[in-house]
């Protein structure tokens, strides 16, 4: 936020200074719609799984799913976070604050319905979280850190495809989650 000027946003949109100034205050007011457009849509998806008919273990497979989906469609996102989590975000204001607990409030209830089925053990909401977050997160900044060329042959580097990490992901989240007995289960 601090390293670009409004001149620089505009030229990369390909529309003047003035036409962002227009639908935005300013800088900030723009940055923050733009976290807040990632957050709605997840949002929002997450409030359509946690009222859908689906079991819960299909809900955070789902969850998994919808974050890579939107991802993949705001590349940006995953850094643009890191970088405001990292400086212990200071651009969020009140209402993007809320959107991101609207977010953890949904997921959060689809870990109380699976508690409550009996599909899920009780966990901690926050630490279940950021254990399917973080990888995500960190995967999408690991991809951006390959992109420079002549990195392609350092092993952590290497291409992960999508559905893999999306099916890797699901089935750590479903492991954490799963009751006890099924934990011992699939150990053996």
Do not use: C
């Not at 969020?92 to 409550?116: K, P």
């Not at 999306?166 to 479903?174: F, K, R, S, V």
Request: cysteine-free.
């Amino acid at each position: 936020l601090d390293g670009v000027a409004v001149d620089d946003i505009a030229r990369a949109a390909g529309v003047n200074k003035a036409m962002i100034y227009y639908h935005f205050k300013d800088k900030l007011t723009l940055y923050r719609e733009v976290v807040r457009d990632m957050l709605r849509a997840l949002g929002s998806a997450v409030d359509g799984l946690a009222e859908s008919a689906d079991t819960p273990q299909r809900k955070v497979e789902r969850f998994i799913e919808t974050i890579g989906e939107l991802r993949d469609a705001r590349p940006w996102f995953p850094p643009l976070m890191m970088r405001e989590m990292s400086a212990g975000a200071p651009h969020l204001d009140a209402t993007t604050l809320g959107h991101m607990r609207n977010v953890f409030v949904g997921f959060s209830a689809i870990l109380e319905q699976g508690v409550q089925s009996g599909a899920f053990r009780r966990v901690n909401p926050l630490l279940a979280y950021m254990s399917i977050m973080g990888p995500l997160m960190m995967n999408a900044m690991r991809e951006r850190a390959a992109a420079t060329p002549g990195r392609q042959n350092i092993p952590v580097f290497v291409t992960v495809p999508r559905q893999d990490l999306i099916t890797h992901m699901q089935e750590n989240a479903l492991r954490m989650l799963a009751p006890e007995a099924s934990r011992k289960e699939r150990s053996r």
